[in-house]
């Protein structure tokens, strides 16, 4: 069991930058291929990000790429999530996921077991 914390969420101008962290509780966590996923009012839950095991491979949605970089620390068991050049629609309740890594990329959220409770995201214009 698996169990993700998020943080770092608040509020930011637009063009601010924002670090968002997810700790990981569990023994295996180098195991695990991880993601943040994204929920703003009224809409679906977004794949934004997600990252392999060892950290190596790192892939990104179309909306964010160049400007959110995701990265690990699997000695501190952390996740994080640099957002810069922030965008009022980047407005939302920012998740962390996590899933045992098998080599493939996972952007569907059906993919993920693990997920924390969510860390809101304001940007004001």
């Known amino acids: 069991q698996v169990q993700l914390v998020e943080s770092g969420g608040g509020l930011v101008q637009a063009g601010g930058s924002l670090s968002l962290s997810c700790a990981a509780s569990g023994r295996t966590f180098g195991r695990y291929a991880m993601a943040w996923f994204r929920q703003a009012p009224g809409k679906e839950r977004e794949f934004v990000a997600a990252i392999s095991r060892s950290g190596g491979s790192t892939y990104y949605a179309d909306s964010v790429k160049g400007r959110f970089a995701i990265s690990r620390d699997n000695t501190k068991k952390t996740v994080y999530l640099q957002m810069n050049s922030l965008k009022p629609e980047d407005t939302a309740v920012y998740f962390c996921?996590?899933?045992?890594?098998?080599?493939?990329?996972?952007?569907?959220?059906?993919?993920?077991?693990?997920w924390g409770q969510g860390t809101q995201v304001t940007v004001s214009s």
């Open positions: 996921a996590g899933r045992i890594d098998t080599g493939l990329r996972y952007v569907a959220q059906y993919e993920y077991s693990y």
